[in-house]
């Protein structure tokens, strides 16, 4: 049961059943932006759906991934000059992310592949199966320097999809034969399991793990990251980690006026606690329809009177709006205003109370080698 859209509209909202989505964390699945006609499920079909999956046993209604291959040709990607992120390489073995943090500024991304930015992006998700085979053939081009890389910039390289696909495990194991400088952000404690190779990187300072941290809160994680790992096991990851001797570095990210803001001082003593050497934070960001999604979420998970508070201040922090993606007024993660100001020094009183952000050398790549391919560009490997 489908129909078709013809609307000029990009905040258009595809009808949802009624009653929550069994650990999902959007309840809205808006139109594509980039597309004048849209195709939208009715809800009445959704409904069906899911009444059916709960009728053959469960107590709950599901919504099951669905997972793309994609046969990409290249897997290194070049960020953007006019970016104010502080690196320059990316690489992605999946799109979407079924953690479902609802306020993922990640989202918008998966609007390019067609997708919708709500329930899609938890659910539809992309895997590139050939990413290890592309990023040995790239990091063997005289044209690559060896310039650190960050993993999982757009999404989690251990979200569950990983327990079975070990794509991500298959790319470090081409970066530690290589020596390649790599970073990345998780929220899971899946990176353990690959302690082994960060491990190895770390003894070249070319490895380095951030554990994204929002709250301490159990229960408010549960509802803002709904199949992301728990607090508590993300400081345990901290200090196993730190254990092994890699580098762990904890993004505040990101924070949220009048839900989260008051933690921060916790947060970071808590991190710095379990062996944590860098933090940063970064404000709500709601670029497009997540502004939606967000305000969603807000209404079915706080209390009315707190989640009107909560707006305010985002707005407080946006000089008016939900989110301003200038960068006149200082960074597009950082905020500007009264309020933003006040996080900003909270920040820095607290990192150099529990001795953060003293160790801030960036990875090396003295030790890179260019793998080996076979045939005769091996003779010339370092």
């Known amino acids: 049961m489908i129909y078709e859209e013809h609307s000029e509209a990009h905040e258009f909202r595809d009808a949802l059943p009624a009653g929550p989505v069994h650990r999902r964390g959007a309840g809205l699945n808006p139109g594509n932006r980039f597309e004048d006609v849209r195709l939208h499920v009715l809800g009445e079909e959704f409904d069906r759906q899911w009444v059916e999956r709960e009728e053959e046993g469960g107590r709950v209604r599901r919504v099951e991934r669905q997972v793309f291959r994609d046969r990409t040709q290249s897997i290194i990607n070049r960020v953007a000059p006019t970016s104010d992120v502080p690196f320059d390489w990316t690489l992605n073995p999946y799109r979407g992310c079924e ?7 990640a989202r918008p991304y998966h609007e390019y592949l067609g997708f919708s930015m709500g329930l899609d992006f938890e659910t ?50 081409v970066l530690v034969e290589c020596r390649q400088p790599v970073s990345t952000m998780t929220k899971s404690t899946m990176v353990l399991r690959d302690i082994d190779l960060w491990g190895q990187l770390a003894q070249h300072n070319a490895g380095r793990v951030t ?26 990851a901290i200090r196993e980690l730190t254990k092994a001797g890699i580098p762990v570095s904890v993004n505040v990210a990101p924070i949220i006026p009048g839900l989260t803001d008051a933690e921060l001082p916790s947060i970071l003593e808590a991190v710095a606690k379990a062996g944590a050497r860098r933090a940063n934070w ?26 009107k ?9 946006r000089g008016g709006k939900l989110y301003d993606a200038s960068n006149t007024n200082g960074p597009r993660g950082r905020g500007k205003g009264p309020l933003a100001a006040q996080i900003a020094q909270t920040f820095d009183i607290f990192t150099r109370r529990y001795g953060l952000n003293r160790d801030i050398r960036p990875l090396s790549s ?13 003779l010339f490997s370092a």
């Open 309 to 317: 508070k909560v707006e305010s201040l985002i707005r407080q922090s």
């Open 99 to 105: 953690h479902g943090c609802i306020y993922c500024f």
């Open 366 to 378: 003295a030790a890179f080698r260019r793998p080996e391919t076979g045939g005769q560009l091996g």
């Open 282 to 307: 970064v404000l709500l960001r709601l670029p497009y329809q997540l502004k939606d999604l967000f305000l969603d979420w807000l209404q079915r998970n706080v209390h009315p009177q707190r989640a």
């Open 211 to 236: 554990i994204t941290l929002v709250t301490l809160d159990a229960d408010l994680a549960r509802l803002l990251e709904p199949r992301a790992t728990v607090p508590a096991a993300r400081l345990h």
């Open 124 to 173: 539809k998700l992309v895997a590139k199966p050939d990413a290890a085979k592309l990023l040995r053939a790239e990091l063997a081009s005289p044209r690559w320097h060896a310039e650190p890389i960050v993993m999982s910039a757009i999404t989690d390289i251990y979200q569950p999809l990983e327990h079975s696909m070990r794509i991500a495990r298959q790319c470090l194991e």
